[in-house]
């Protein structure tokens, strides 16, 4: 079987009905070459799938080229605005961008102005992250972004702030096991920040709604119900997210520190826990987002009765978002 099917615009290469399928999907999405793609390069991806809808490609063009073509168009454009996403907040960034923050988060033996500090950039890099990836079928005022990013950052640094004042004045634990205990007050922390930070920065869908599709990709209407699906299943990844990336390196990096190598050169600390960091994030980022196809169906029985008025689909199509 060949490594690229039959090129169909607009649709993933892998089949988006199972884990697997989802998995290798988004492996393509996240992947940081894009963040290398040439303006020029933009161009011509994009130029390519315009000759492919209009009918009219060019001889010789193959459907790898075309595969191609549109993983560089979904890395950079957002799918509703149709703008380019920022760098540092495109799903291809994530890993890159993020990882220095993850390390700083779990350097142990924080300080209050450490604790805060890591956690506001944290929140503040997941806030634009989520804005610059949201369904922007419906437009948001700047002041929805704004509630969203503080609303988030406070419900952090509030968490991290007082389980870290908890641990300090918990009389019973040893030093070594208090030193692991704070290793992991990052989880409860980001996570749930994660959630408020979707429902927070997301929360004008709620309200005005999100469009859905027929089986031709046309909007049949705008719908408060799924955005409620699209925000529940978001958020469930954001807190599966934090999952391995700020559980596994504590217990790795507690085994490793006892290691003789480790013990003699604690230089090397840092970076072998930026390496695992890194490894965590990029295990974790595909896992979570994995969960859920980003265009998903609903029954419009489960909809508004206006949508099943307007449509003969039993089934339509929301994006999600990321």
Known sequence: MSEYPTFRYGTSRFDQDTFSGR???FLDVIDP???FVTEKRLQESVELLDCFKRGALPPGVTDAQLWKAQKIKQAIIHPDTGEKILMPFRMSGFIPFGTPVVVGLLLPNQTLASTIFWQWLNQSHNACVNFSNRNASKPAPASKFVQGYLGAVTSAVSIAVGLNV?????NRFSPTTRLLVQRFIPFPAVASANVCNVVLMRHSELSEGISVLDD?????????AAARHALLETALTRVVLP??????PPVIMSMLEKLPLLQRQ?????????????????LALPLAISLFPQMSQISV????????MATDC?????NKGL
């Open 266 to 282: 604690r230089r090397l600390v840092l970076p072998i826990h930026s390496l695992v960091c890194l490894a965590a994030f990029g």
């Open 33 to 35: 070459s894009t963040l």
């Open 243 to 248: 999952m391995p990336i700020l559980l596994l």
């Open 23 to 25: 998995f290798r999907h």
């Open 301 to 308: 029985n489960r909809l508004e009765p206006e949508i099943a």
């Open 314 to 318: 039993e089934i339509v199509t929301y």
């Open 166 to 170: 908890l641990i300090q004045r918990a």
């Open 216 to 224: 031709n990709g046309d909007a049949v209407g705008t719908s408060r």
